[in-house]
């Protein structure tokens, strides 16, 4: 008998719900037999459920992308509204909802990035960036982090410094990699350096390699402003303006992938505003429309926008503007405005740093600590001395795997990556429930502890 919405519909049990996704659907970055997902029915807040009735804390914010939280009703109904007026209109059309989040969002741009480019997602965001970037210049090589992710479409994963390019190699030529500001494990940081001599030195790297590459040969350099899932890097101050300077000083354009950090995520509109300094393009995502919908943007600066006036633009998307997705980020910002997110962040954020100090103090698995607004991780080590990895690079451990799978036991998502444990809280998240998810985090740690060696 063939499956129809009649025989699956929503009566499915928690086991026919996983069991059918697995036989039809592929999960991203897993090896098929091992993926053993959660059958996610519904969300509110902070929190989401299982079809077994089971609740779940969402100290991930999904893939660090429900920034307003689940099941907001101004999102939902938006989009229920737009669905009535008009469902879909071609990218050749202008509609009252693009007029006005294109509105919307120059506003709440830095400096004169005034024109978007809309995608469905971040990948394809800096897809065109790096079309953009090549047309405008005349140059072909860009420069990216080894510590990056920037998208799995073709160019994208050719961009990302992180070993899941590896698959997918060789990739767009042209590509130049550089060292991120990783202070906690840089070959260029000596213990007592102010911060100051240690961004000197990652941007005198820079240059160094700029000098070798032919500064003259690179079209863009691309940087996830925050580092996101190859361990949240914040860059030191001064990291962020004096590339601004660099690439000013040889022509290059600054691309700042803001797909994971921006919308509030670090308690500014974008996280490039913390440093004031103002990127050729940014490229965002995820929290544009706190995921309900898929949508991806490139915001580019006036200078790089006047030259489509005359010249073709070369990309397009069939859902390029689509009016739901536009719906639900206008929305999504309208809500963020009214709540004042970013103040909340910012408080939110002072809680998370003194809590995951907290941790530091208390465990010795906890070698590291880095956060900005609610964006943080706990890096975990067997060794404080020798900040020996509690996981491998690209890798994990049974320790890992056994922190990982008490958080679920105990009824919390999270995003744990070699020997990261994030804590990316959706941004609504109120002080009593980020101090019971550490009170959470707090025993889950005694299991890395154990591990530890002296």
């Known amino acids: 008998m063939t499956a129809t919405t009649e025989t699956i519909g929503s009566a499915m049990t928690a086991e026919e719900i996983v069991a059918l996704t697995k036989r039809h659907t592929i999960f991203s970055w897993s090896a098929q037999g091992s993926v053993n997902p959660i059958p996610m029915v519904r969300g509110e807040g902070i929190y989401f459920w299982d079809a077994n009735g089971k609740r779940y804390m969402d100290m991930n914010s999904q893939l660090m992308c429900v920034n307003i939280g689940h099941g907001d009703r101004r999102v939902i109904d938006a989009i229920k509204r737009q669905a009535e007026e008009l469902a879909y ?34 990948a394809e965001a800096n897809e065109n960036a790096i079309r953009v970037a090549r047309m405008v210049t005349g140059r072909q090589k860009i420069m990216a982090r080894y510590r990056s992710y920037h998208g799995a479409t073709s160019g994208a994963i050719s961009l990302t410094g992180d070993p899941r390019r590896w698959a997918n190699e060789p990739g767009l ?132 926008a006047n030259y489509f006036d005359k010249n073709t633009f070369f990309g397009g998307l069939t859902y390029n503007a689509h009016p739901m997705s536009l719906a639900a980020a206008e929305a999504c910002l309208q809500a963020m405005i009214d709540d004042d997110t970013m103040v909340h962040t910012q408080k939110m954020g002072r809680v998370l740093r003194d809590l995951h100090g907290v941790m530091k103090d208390k465990h010795p698995s906890v070698g590291d600590v880095r956060s900005i607004g609610l964006f943080g991780v706990l890096e975990l080590v067997r060794n404080r001395v020798t ?26 998502y999270a995003f744990i990556n070699w020997n990261n444990l994030f804590t990316n809280p959706p941004l609504c998240i109120t002080e009593a429930q980020l101090r019971e998810a550490f009170e959470l985090i707090d025993r889950a740690l005694d299991i890395t502890d154990a591990a530890v060696t002296h």
């Open 173 to 304: 030529p042209g590509v130049v990699r550089f060292f991120d500001p990783y202070k906690y494990r840089s070959h260029l940081f000596r213990e007592g350096d102010s911060d100051e001599m240690f961004t000197r030195r990652c941007l005198d790297e820079i240059e160094e390699t700029l000098m070798y590459e032919g500064p003259q040969t690179i079209a863009a350099i691309f940087v996830e402003t925050v580092t996101g899932t190859n361990g949240l890097i914040v860059p030191p101050d001064g990291y962020l303006q004096g590339l601004r300077q660099i690439c000013d000083r040889y022509g290059i354009l600054l691309v700042c992938d803001e797909v994971m950090c921006g919308l509030g995520r670090t308690g500014k509109w974008f996280a490039a505003d913390h440093w004031n300094v103002v990127p050729d393009m940014i490229t965002m995502a995820k929290g544009l429309t706190s995921a309900y919908l898929p949508l991806g943007a490139l915001a580019m600066s006036d200078r790089i």
């Open 89 to 122: 209109a071609g990218p050749g059309m202008a509609t009252p909802v693009r007029a006005r989040v294109g509105k919307m969002l120059a506003d709440l741009t830095p400096g004169d990035l005034n024109r978007f480019f809309f995608t469905l997602g971040g």
């Open 387 to 412: 900040k020996e990895p509690m996981a491998p690079f690209n890798g994990t451990s049974p320790e890992m795997q056994k922190l990982g799978a008490f958080l679920k036991e105990n009824g919390m």
